[in-house]
């Protein structure tokens, strides 16, 4: 991703003797400068994570997110090598968050694989889910094609989760991969669909929604 950071310094410019025994620049310790000892590197991608579902993925300037947390540039250089360094994980945070975390929390709270997708579509609508940032991201993903290859990796790890639960309630593989793909669509379409509905009628209607999808496991005629 071209996202270098005009601060970002090659090891050279930082330490021009390399540390070597026998420089002139010897090799220097890390400074505690800057960095409030109750900020941490996860303050920062809370930072990140937070501005760029609010504007985008131009918020995510240094000296923006300095202001935020109140601190100086030090502590960004204490946690990160550099901007790029920062974005990939601030995009690992988001897929653990919005992903991996989801289907682990889904996956502890047990049940049969329709009980799971029913726990996890609710769980999806229920606000845990921080789909500003999801658009933010996806957004970006249109002029960014590192960012465009891990939305397709995180798009394959959600479906075929659902995919997964939803061939034990049907030998027919065009069926589960149909649902599955519609259950996946229904959940980002929640999101982005604004309504004036009270929030009962809200819920009746994703849990018709959500059983018309299931239907069409019992109406293929396997289980």
């Known amino acids: ?25 010897p090799r220097r310790r890390k400074s505690n400068a800057g960095r409030k000892p109750d900020v941490t590197p996860e303050n ?22 300095c202001k935020k947390l109140g601190i ?33 929390h889904v996956e502890k709270l047990g049940g049969t694989p329709s009980e799971k997708l ?29 960012i465009r290859a891990m939305l397709h990796k995180v798009d394959h790890e959600r479906i ?4 997964r639960q939803l061939t034990a309630l049907t030998t027919d593989a065009a069926i589960s991969e149909a649902q599955a793909t519609l259950l996946y669509s229904l959940i980002f379409g929640e999101a982005m669909i604004y309504r004036r509905e009270e929030r009962d009628r809200r819920r009746q209607r994703q849990d018709a929604a959500f059983r018309a999808i299931m239907r069409m496991s019992a109406e293929s005629g396997d289980r």
Request: hydrophobic share 30%.
């Open 72 to 104: 100086t540039k030090g502590s960004f250089y204490w946690y990160f090598s550099g901007r790029d360094d920062f974005m990939r994980k601030l995009l690992q945070t988001w897929e653990e968050r919005e992903t991996l975390a989801l289907i682990e």
């Open 1 to 25: 991703m071209a996202l270098k950071d005009k601060h970002d310094t090659t090891t050279a410019e930082r330490d021009p003797g390399g540390g070597n025994p026998g420089s002139r620049y």
């Open 118 to 146: 029913h726990k996890l579509f609710l769980e999806a609508n229920s606000g845990r889910v921080n789909f500003r940032t999801e658009q933010a991201i996806r957004h970006w993903g249109h002029s960014e094609p590192a």
């Open 44 to 65: 920062w991608l809370d930072i990140g994570l937070r501005e760029l579902g609010r504007k985008g993925p131009g918020s995510l300037r240094l000296d923006a997110l």
């Open 160 to 163: 075929e989760y659902l995919r």
